[in-house]
């Protein structure tokens, strides 16, 4: 019906948008650069001919490359320098004014061929068709837009890892509940295990076979029913909530 639609629509517009959140709070952790500022950047990809979602792979890809060149890759160094980034500013500047001042000089290339080829060298294929350009001076103010949206950013991140250790404490909890039951099934020796194969094969029926060897599992079921009984649908809610988190 209708209602379920849109409760299944609704799930899973939320999952999309708590996965976006998570890469992009995990491109700010690893990487150093504000929130807003890989908010507003992704912004102005969308604007400008490419994908949103990919700026926190863009700026981990540039973190990569800024790594390179304070390690002492003269191809880096020399590519920051096109761009007007100087080897004393890579030491000085912070990556986040790194970053603003790479976006701010590929929009200053004139020259496209040599501007997609700096493009490549920073960003790999996260760049692909955006025109940086229509962008590059307005990252600042871009980011102060954003500033509200990264606050909500990092509070979907915050959950999602919350979550992550909710789910992971739940599995042990189903683990030590199932136990007994595991514990059961792993009573049964080879020899029983045989009889009952071969039961099921002499009979031929399932049901017959199942008739047959049922005072064998006796007390699997009856340990089955408690656990059960305890959990309910249990599986099936955490099951749905990891598929739609990705966990």
């Not at 404490?169 to 189903?174: H, I, M, R, V, W």
């Not at 039951?181 to 029983?192: L, R, Y």
């Not at 006796?218 to 305890?230: G, S, Y």
Request: net charge neutral; glycine share 10%; aromatic share 8%.
């Amino acid at each position: 019906d209708w209602t379920r639609t849109g409760a299944t629509a609704f799930a899973g517009l939320v999952a999309s948008a708590t996965t976006y959140a998570k890469s992009i709070s995990d491109a700010n952790q690893v990487t150093g650069i504000s929130t807003a500022t890989i908010l507003a950047f992704g912004q102005g990809m969308g604007l400008a001919g490419g994908e949103a979602r990919k700026a926190g792979d863009a700026v981990d890809k540039f973190s990569e490359n800024l790594g390179g060149a304070r390690a002492g890759s003269i191809e880096t160094i020399y590519g920051f320098s096109k761009l007007g980034i100087s080897f004393a500013d890579l030491g000085r500047l912070s990556n986040e004014d790194l970053f603003k001042k790479t976006i701010e000089g590929l929009g200053n290339v004139s020259d496209k061929a040599q501007q997609a080829a700096l493009k490549q060298q920073f960003f790999g294929k996260t760049l692909d068709g955006v025109n940086v350009s229509e962008f590059s001076g307005k990252l600042g103010q871009l980011s102060e837009v954003q500033k509200k949206n990264a606050e909500n950013v990092e509070a979907a991140a915050k959950s999602v890892n919350q979550l992550k250790d909710a789910y992971s404490k739940l599995e042990l909890a189903t683990l030590t509940a199932i136990k007994p039951f595991a514990d059961a099934v792993n009573k049964i020796s080879p020899e029983q295990l045989d009889k009952i194969a071969s039961a099921l094969v002499n009979i031929g029926l399932l049901a017959g076979g199942i008739l047959a060897v049922s005072k064998a599992f006796t007390f699997l079921a009856e340990v089955a029913v408690i656990v059960w009984t305890a959990f309910g649908n249990y599986a099936t809610i955490v099951a749905n909530l990891a598929v739609r988190l990705g966990l």
